[in-house]
T-cell receptor, first 114, second 116 residues
Framework: DTGVSQNPRHKITKRGQNVTFRCDPI?????LYWYRQTLGQGPEFLTY????????KSRLLSDRFSAERPKGSFSTLEIQRTEQGDSAMYLC????????????FGNGTRLTVT | AQTVTQSQPEMSVQEAETVTLSCTYD???????LFWYKQPPSRQMILVIR??????QNATENRFSVNFQKAAKSFSLKISDSQLGDAAMYFC?????????????FGKGTKLTVNP
């Protein structure tokens, strides 16, 4: 168990640019989640995959955001035409099943949009 | 929609003392799960303790225990014999049981400082 890995750890971009983040979950976990955390707030749910299927999306996930999980392994989160309001920590988590099973979180990718 | 409220933005405790962090939630569901997660500075979030709503017995994990009051929709975390390593942000979280949604709904967190 090498844990959930997220890359890059930090990303600084100019407004209007596109960015892509990667998440590698724990290998046997079939569920993968993306959350966004702004300063002073708890994580907010963005989207969730079971294997390669994207099963749930938050209203926070505007049409500028897209997430994929090809082949049910790693996942990418792309933000197009970034805005300053997109500045946040983007957290990825994975789990083996639903219900009371805890989520295992990565260290996150901190995005700063200038 | 479910909401989670943590009314204490910050708390402090002396090393070896006991501290209780508060959490209330709002839901119309009868079956759900509640969690406390810990997020140390610049480190990943980890699970502290969890509680199934159908269980009347309060969960305990070593120095961590909860006081789950289902009727009051309250889920507080008690940390006994506080240690310096307990210093972190603590988040209370709610998850539905069934119904198709697997998202965790988090509170805003409580920053815990442990004084030596």
């Amino acid at each position: 168990d090498t844990g959930v890995s997220q890359n890059p750890r930090h990303k600084i971009t100019k407004r209007g640019q596109n960015v892509t983040f990667r998440c590698d979950p724990i290998s046997e976990h079939n569920r993968l989640y993306w959350y966004r955390q702004t300063l002073g707030q708890g994580p907010e749910f963005l989207t969730y995959f079971q294997n390669e299927a994207q099963l749930e999306k938050s209203r926070l996930l505007s049409d500028r955001f897209s997430a994929e999980r090809p082949k049910g392994s790693f996942s990418t989160l792309e933000i197009q035409r970034t805005e300053q309001g997109d500045s946040a920590m983007y957290l990825c988590a994975s789990s083996l099943s639903a219900g009371p099973t805890p989520l295992h979180f990565g260290n996150g990718t901190r995005l700063t949009v200038t | 929609a479910q909401t989670v409220t943590q009314s204490q933005p910050e708390m402090s405790v002396q090393e070896a003392e006991t501290v209780t962090l508060s959490c209330t939630y709002d839901t119309s569901e009868s079956d759900y799960y509640l969690f406390w997660y810990k997020q140390p500075p610049s480190r990943q979030m980890i699970l502290v303790i969890r509680q199934e709503a159908y269980k009347q017995q309060n969960a305990t994990e070593n120095r961590f225990s909860v006081n789950f009051q289902k009727a009051a929709k309250s889920f507080s975390l008690k940390i006994s014999d506080s240690q310096l390593g307990d210093a972190a942000m603590y988040f209370c979280a709610y998850r539905s049981e069934g119904g198709g949604s697997e998202k965790l709904v988090f509170g805003k967190g409580t920053k815990l400082t442990v004084n030596p």
